[in-house]
């Protein structure tokens, strides 16, 4: 009788946790949670599709709260500028990702979830041949075009190869100005100009500081007043990265630390991820830009940064410097002062607290005469 106790014990247990992730997975525990008095307002950014979620707990959050079309200080770290429009970006587990920056219990499991064994055992999950099943799913939720894709999808082994896929050339119009700085990546831009050791963006009070991003003093004292340019690469965009004007590059630099979720609306949740997660900052040496600090920033489910370069030769512009495996993640370029202009629309669109969409080779600013 005794045995038979802890093996219905065991089997209730087991039903619990079952339950448990399920409803994760559904959102509906999510909800619940913050309908315990949370986060209401992250709730209402989240919740989209009301044929999951029914009843009490939609009437709790209220018709007004779910039309809301005033932007509030978290729903405009979800926009961005795309063809000088404002438009919601499509989030990769959205649900789950506001929960873990936003919920108390979420945050828990946040400091659990941001430490690097848990982007590399995600990494090893997306080079399993079974991720293979994934990518066809993948390719049509995010509308990707495979029509300037190296291969065909039938080609990749698994999800992470398609993730770092290559382009075929030509895909890319590279501006070939030696005066001209190009976007190095696809994905979102945000320009700080005149940034100071101690500095604030995306959210006031959160605080950036430059000799803590950089782990070097004297570094941060030469690109003190300088411009900061800041590329974030959602999980849909195309991950490799490039040299944004000819330069000699040197050996990168390893500055160990978490891995966070790089998405803006993560700085409004209290994190600092451009100071917490681990970069690579590699130094480049140009003749028309003077030095130029570029550093290449992992992110939660990143399983690793890779260098493709050749360090201390010559690199034109558009070369490859690497890629990330699986993963959201973000790269910074820091100029000096009074040596480089940064195109105005990107410009004026940070100004707003908005990140502009931008492609790898297109103009993102010139040289300072």
Not at 186 to 200: R, S, V
Request: proline share 3%; net charge positive; glycine share 6%.
């Amino acid at each position: 009788m005794r045995y038979s106790n802890k093996y219905l014990i065991l089997v209730f247990t087991f039903f619990i946790l079952v339950c448990v992730l399920f409803l994760i997975q559904k959102g509906t525990l999510i909800i619940l949670w913050n309908k315990l008095g949370v986060n209401k307002q992250a709730v209402s950014v989240c919740l989209k599709d009301q044929s999951v979620i029914k009843g009490n707990i939609c009437s709790f959050l209220g018709e007004e709260m779910k039309r809301k079309e005033k932007i509030s200080k978290k729903q405009k770290h979800l926009l961005f500028y795309s063809d000088n429009k404002l438009v919601k970006e499509k989030i990769e587990k959205e649900d789950w990702i506001h929960f873990l920056y936003e919920n108390r219990f979420g945050k828990l499991l946040c400091s659990i979830l941001s430490r690097r064994w848990f982007s590399k055992l995600i990494g090893l999950l997306k080079t399993s041949s079974l991720s293979k099943r994934g990518i066809k799913k993948f390719i049509k939720k995010y509308d990707i075009n495979m029509t300037e894709v190296e291969k065909g999808v039938a080609s990749f082994k698994n999800f992470n190869e398609f993730f770092i896929r290559k382009l075929k050339a030509g895909s890319r119009i590279i501006d070939t100005d030696p005066n001209v700085v190009v976007s190095p990546c696809d994905g979102k831009a945000f320009i700080i100009t005149n940034i100071q050791k101690e500095d604030e963006f995306f959210v006031k009070d959160k605080k950036f500081y430059l000799e803590k991003f950089l782990q070097n003093p004297d570094l941060a004292s030469l690109y003190e007043g300088g411009t900061l340019m800041l590329f974030r690469l959602a999980p849909y965009d195309y991950h490799r990265f490039h040299f944004p004007f000819n330069c000699v590059p040197y050996e990168p630099k390893i500055l160990n630390g978490r891995y966070y979720s790089v998405h803006p609306f993560v700085y409004q949740a209290g994190f600092q991820p451009l100071l917490e997660n681990e970069r690579h900052l590699i130094r480049l040496k140009t003749k028309e830009f003077s030095d130029v600090a570029m550093v290449l920033i992992g992110a939660m489910c990143v399983g690793k940064i890779v260098e493709t370069y050749k360090a201390d030769s010559e690199c034109n512009k558009g070369d490859e410097v690497g890629y990330f495996a699986f993963g959201g993640s973000s790269m910074v370029l820091l100029f000096k002062p009074e040596t480089v202009i940064v195109d105005e629309k990107l410009l004026q669109h940070s100004l707003e607290g908005f990140e502009t969409e931008v492609k790898f080779g297109q103009s993102v600013g010139f040289v300072k005469s």
